[in-house]
C-alpha cells in the first residue's frame, strides 16, 4: 500500500514536446483514481512517470513520503497492467502469473500458493494449464492482472485495460476491477479515455487536457458540475 505524491510534474520529451506540465495530484494509500482526457493529453506519459518508464523533466515524485524521481521501476515497487496483455505465449496461464516470482527466485510452493490464490479472486482456477490463445480477452486481460497480483505491489498502474475488448465484456470487467480493487485495498491509478469508466469505476477523477489537470474530483461531483 502506498501513498502517491505529484508535486509540479513536467515532461518535456526531447523534440522539444511538453506532454505534462505543471501536474500536482496526492493519491491517498488504498485510493482508486480515475485519469480521464482525450488521446494525446498526457495520461500515459504521466502514468509512466509514475511507474518509472519516463524520466520526469521537472517536479517531485513522492511514493511513501520518499522521493523516487531517480529510482528505477523495480525499486519503486509499482505494478503497471498495459492495454495489450503482453502475455508469454508459450507459457501457462499459471507460469504467466508466476514468472516474476521465478524471476526473484521465490520457492515453488510460495508460488504456486499465491498463484492459486490470484486465480481463485480473478476468476481463472479452471484456466490454470491453458495457454494465452485458449483464453477469451477478458480472460487474458485478468491473466494480466494477475501477474501484477501476485508480486504484492505498493500499488497499480493500469493504462486503457480494457480497450481492446467488446463493449459487454468492459461493462464485465468494469464490475470485476472494482470489486478487486476493493478487496486488495490497493492504491491504484487507472487511465482511460472512456467517461463512462471514470465516472463509474474510481474513488476520484482526474480530468486532464492539454497536459494538465483541468479538475478533480469525486465522480459524483464532476456529474454535478460537468
Ligand atoms: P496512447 O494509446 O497512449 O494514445 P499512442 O498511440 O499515442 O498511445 O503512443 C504509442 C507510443 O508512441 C508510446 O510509446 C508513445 O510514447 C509514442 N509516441 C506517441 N506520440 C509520439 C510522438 N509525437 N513522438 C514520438 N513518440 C510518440
Ligand atoms: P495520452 O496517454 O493521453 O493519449 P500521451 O501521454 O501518450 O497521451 O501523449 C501526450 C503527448 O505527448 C502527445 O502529444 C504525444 O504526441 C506526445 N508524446 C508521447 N510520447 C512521446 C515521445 N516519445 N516523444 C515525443 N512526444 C511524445
Redesign the pocket.
Known amino acids: 500500500m502506498a501513498e502517491i505524491v505529484l508535486e509540479g510534474i513536467t515532461k518535456r520529451?526531447p523534440?522539444g514536446?511538453v506532454a505534462v506540465k505543471d501536474v500536482n495530484l496526492s493519491v491517498g494509500d488504498g485510493e482508486f483514481v480515475i485519469l480521464v482526457g482525450p488521446?494525446?493529453c498526457g495520461?500515459?506519459t504521466t502514468l509512466n512517470m509514475i511507474a518509472g518508464l519516463e524520466d520526469i523533466t521537472e517536479g517531485t515524485l513522492l511514493i511513501d513520503g520518499q522521493v523516487v524521481n531517480d529510482k528505477t521501476p523495480k525499486d519503486r515497487d509499482i505494478a503497471m497492467v498495459f492495454q495489450s496483455y503482453a502475455l508469454y505465449p508459450h507459457m501457462s496461464v499459471r507460469d504467466n502469473m508466476g514468472f516474476a516470482l521465478r524471476l526473484a527466485k521465490v520457492d515453488k510452493a510460495a508460488i504456486r500458493e499465491k498463484v492459486e490464490e490470484a486465480a481463485r479472486i480473478l476468476d481463472l482456477t479452471e484456466h490454470l494449464d491453458r495457454k494465452p490463445a485458449n483464453l477469451s480477452g477478458g480472460q487474458r486481460q485478468r491473466v494480466a492482472m494477475g501477474r501484477a497480483i501476485v508480486r504484492n505491489p505498493k500499488a497499480f498502474l493500469m493504462d486503457?485495460p480494457l480497450s481492446n475488448l467488446d463493449a459487454k465484456l468492459r461493462v464485465q470487467m468494469r464490475t470485476q476491477i472494482s470489486r478487486l480493487q476493493q478487496r486488495l485495498g490497493s492504491t491504484t491509478i487507472y487511465v482511460t479515455h472512456d467517461q463512462t469508466e471514470a465516472m463509474t469505476l474510481g474513488d476520484r477523477v482526474v480530468v486532464m487536457r492539454g497536459g494538465v489537470v483541468q479538475q478533480i474530483g469525486t465522480p459524483q461531483h464532476l456529474y454535478e458540475q460537468p
Open positions: 520529451y523534440d514536446a488521446s494525446g495520461k500515459s486503457e
